[in-house]
């Protein structure tokens, strides 16, 4: 069943033989897609239009201010790492003095 069939031609001609005992293809055929419902074009308004731009503006300055935060956040968290790294380090000089 798995085995394919290859033809025998013991001389090349130029010609390819078909295979034989080829079976019909029975699968079913794939279902036609329903046809599309037309859509009216959409129609932007200076309302619209105005309710985008102040949409965007706002996502823009939302977004603009979690990142800015976020940058403020490690550079707090780097200067105190930084703090802590001195104060340590003076410490550590401090007790192999005495």
């Known amino acids: ?3 394919p069939k290859i033809p025998v031609n013991p001389h090349p001609t130029g ?3 078909p295979p034989t005992g080829t ?3 029975t699968r079913p055929a794939p279902p036609t897609p ?3 419902a037309s859509r009216p074009a959409l ?3 200076p309302a619209t239009a105005v309710a985008l731009v102040g949409g965007g503006t ?4 939302v977004i ?3 990142l800015v935060s976020m940058l403020l956040a490690v550079a707090i968290t780097g200067m105190a790492v930084a703090v ?7 410490l550590l000089k401090d007790l192999r003095n005495h």
Request: charge should be positive; aromatic fraction near 0%.
């Open 23 to 25: 079976t019909p293809d």
């Open 58 to 61: 706002a996502a823009v300055l």
């Open 15 to 17: 010609q390819i033989t």
């Open 64 to 66: 603009g201010a979690v």
């Open 34 to 36: 329903a046809p599309v």
């Open 1 to 3: 069943m798995l085995r």
């Open 84 to 90: 802590v790294a001195v104060v340590l380090r003076l």
């Open 43 to 45: 129609q932007l308004t």
